[in-house]
């Protein structure tokens, strides 16, 4: 690890619709309001250690189809986060397993394209 750098403090993702996705990932994903600020348009979110900030975008975003994923979720049951995102109606891809990693693709409200993983730790 350098010296320098200890962690990644937060990772951020531009949203349409504040409200909406603020909603979206607390009720679907789970993860609650650390803190908001309305006024200027963050929202982070609790997800262990490295929190999630929602940007309110200052024009539309436009979908993403050919963007990368912006960052994967760790799980440890990766089944039970496919059929958790499914029974929720979230656009998730089939689980794929390279023998070491398991991994599959979804999309958030915004067509922010992110990823679930699993692997021994």
């Known amino acids: 690890m350098s010296g320098i750098f200890k962690r990644i403090d ?12 603020i ?13 908001k600020d309305d006024l200027s348009g963050y929202a982070a979110l609790e997800i262990g250690e490295t ?5 309110r ?9 050919n963007s990368p994923i912006s960052f994967n979720f760790f799980v ?4 039970e986060a496919h059929r ?7 656009k998730a891809e089939q689980i794929q397993d390279d023998g070491t990693v398991k991994w599959f693709e979804f999309e ?6 992110l990823g679930v993983c699993h692997f021994n730790e």
Not at 76 to 79: F, G, N, R, V
């Open 84 to 90: 958790h995102l499914l029974r929720h109606e979230v």
């Open 10 to 21: 937060t990772v951020f993702l531009q949203v349409n619709d504040f409200e909406k996705a």
């Open 51 to 55: 929190p999630l900030t929602l940007i």
């Open 108 to 113: 958030d409200l915004d067509g922010n394209k």
């Open 23 to 35: 909603d979206w990932y607390s009720t679907v994903l789970g993860f609650p309001v650390r803190w």
């Open 57 to 65: 975008s200052s024009k539309q975003v436009k979908e993403r189809k």
């Open 76 to 79: 440890a049951d990766i089944e």
